[in-house]
């Protein structure tokens, strides 16, 4: 039987309180968004956030718990955002929905900040469950603008080098997930997916912990799937939210790897799915899929969280937690 893990991509939304608490420590306007240079008052809000998100999920029964991500203003910008070699300029539409980021433009060479090592630093005295959170290289390769390296193919060797470093500063954790939207939203052409699926690796490889590649807002091309099952990562995530047939035809057709994430709640709506209702979603699945049972079945929203209210994101955790509570489901 596959043990089945639940667990978040992360990205969390704000408590209520903290919104406004911190738009009146940070101001209102672009350039008060979080730099890396916050003040004490604004840190020791976050770290009231973090650690509620913390508790959200430990008190929901997940069995991985991540950081939250409540300082990433940008989204999975984030960690070139507040990089020294990084400025921040004009307003981008981050994918198709209504949210913003800032354009991360690298104007200098990528060295690792340590930033979201510090944020996990202070996570993992809060549970010793934690599951770390990245953008993919080929995702943040494909959000940030370049004025340094002049060349596609050494820009997104330096954004894989850049990750691996921040990795390499991370403190001990259980899986790290990352977050590859691009490859299905933007996906990479001939030669490039081969590429991308190879900065996977350097990322992969800077951690001894399981690596899930999450994918979602639909389904790889075949051959994106297939590049990307080369990569050394324990599992691959799939978004049966936004795209069913397709993604399972990739899983059926050609494989996928010993373990497997599925995105079966949806991130962005805040319809809340029933127990039963995710649970016989994941025997459908299993039902399709006779020919593997995998080691690992991480149970997840398709999407981040940060598009829901409070009160529904804290529903979403506790049905993850309650069907991964009936450890007789299989998958």
Known sequence: MTELVATTPGLYPLPDWAKNTLSDLKGHQKHDLIGGDESEEVIAAYDEVREELIDDQTEAGLDRVVEGQ????????HPLAVHENVDTRGIVRYYDNN???????????????????????????????LQAVLPGPYSLFDLASDEHYGDEGEFLDAIAEFLAGEVELFPEHETLFLLEPSLVEEPPGDGTDEHASEAIDRV?????????????????????????????????????????????????????????????LDGQNTLVESPDTVAERIEWIDDRVPSQEFETTYLTTNTELFYLPENKYKEKLETLGAVAARREVTA
């Open 70 to 77: 409540a300082r990433w203003d940008d989204m999975l910008a």
């Open 99 to 129: 949210n913003f980021y800032r354009d991360p433009v690298v104007t200098g060479a990528l060295t690792e900040s340590g930033d979201v090592a510090r944020e996990l630093e202070a996570a993992v005295e809060r549970t010793d469950a």
């Open 204 to 264: 992969a490889g800077a951690t001894d912990a399981d690596v899930v590649v999450h994918t979602y807002w639909g389904a790889l091309e075949e051959k994106v799937h297939a590049h990307l099952l080369d990569a050394d990562v324990d599992a691959i995530g799939y978004d049966f939210v936004n795209e069913v047939d397709d993604n399972l035809y990739n899983v059926t057709e050609y494989g996928t790897k010993d373990s497997i994430a599925l995105g079966l």
